[in-house]
């Protein structure tokens, strides 16, 4: 059987991609900052799928400790999927450098930091697969997501590298820009329905794309479409633009 881990499994989208992967007979590793909120997830996926899991202490933050984690991990899991990241208020992250570099540590030093550990294991053992979900934002930098898209810039590049580098290796590095997502973090933000996903559409598409072996993957396909507009207006207009 195979198995899966989920870094960042506490997130609405951690527990939509650990009940899908579950039921398609996964044993899954759930691991976050505070394990303990996971144990009706824990329940409530052995129940429902008959499957094993487990609970896993992991803070995004702690660097040193990433390569004793993932080694300690039994099995070594056969999916890493990163879904872990932050999104603080813009103006107060512009204005206050604490905030600014948590959401960079996460959203990206984080995420290589133990990518890199993941990736090392899989290269060695010439499979597996890595999952990170970036984000839309992270396609063009913009005023009004100035550290959040940054963070995801540089957290795409990494993914894209990454594959590059596994992808000899037989290790398979997919990328996912999911776009609006109806989530806590997302909660207090006024979102257009029509181009918004729900966690569960989100993990169902990750998973046939896991399955397909996707390299980039937009959640909603019109997404692609946006920010390559997005991307190819003249920066001379786009500098003056309010987004």
């Not at 059987?1 to 499994?9: E, F, Y």
């Not at 976050?32 to 129940?47: F, G, H, T, Y």
């Not at 959203?107 to 550990?117: C, F, P, W």
């Not at 060695?124 to 997501?145: C, P």
Request: a positive charge; one cysteine or more; charged letters at 20%.
């Amino acid at each position: 059987m195979s198995t899966v881990l989920i870094l960042g499994a506490t997130s609405d989208i951690g527990m939509a991609l650990a009940k899908k992967f579950a039921s398609q007979k996964f044993d899954v590793q759930l691991a976050a900052r505070r394990p303990e909120l996971l144990e009706p997830l824990q329940s409530d996926i052995s129940i429902r799928y008959g499957i094993t899991s487990t609970l896993h202490a992991f803070d995004a933050l702690k660097y040193g400790e990433h390569a004793s984690f993932f080694n300690s991990l039994s099995p070594c899991p056969d999916v890493t999927v990163s879904v872990f990241g932050i999104l603080d208020e813009e103006d107060l992250a512009f204005d206050d450098w604490f905030v600014a570099e948590r959401m960079i540590n996460t959203n990206y030093s984080g995420a290589v930091s133990i990518l890199n550990q993941v990736a090392r294991s899989y290269i060695s053992r010439q499979r597996g697969t890595i999952i990170g979900i970036s984000s839309v934002a992270g396609d063009r930098g913009r005023a009004s997501k100035l550290i959040y898209a940054s963070s995801k810039a540089g957290f795409t590049a990494y993914l894209a590298g990454l594959r590059n580098k596994c992808f000899k290796e037989n290790v398979h590095v997919m990328t996912v820009q999911p776009g609006f997502v109806y989530t806590k973090m997302t909660e207090n933000l006024s979102l257009p329905r029509p181009i918004t996903s729900t966690p569960e559409e989100v993990a169902g598409i990750i998973y046939k794309a896991y399955q397909k072996k996707k390299n980039v993957v937009y959640v909603k396909w019109f997404w692609r479409y946006i920010m390559l507009i997005i991307k190819n207006i003249p920066e001379f207009q786009f500098k003056k633009m309010k987004l």
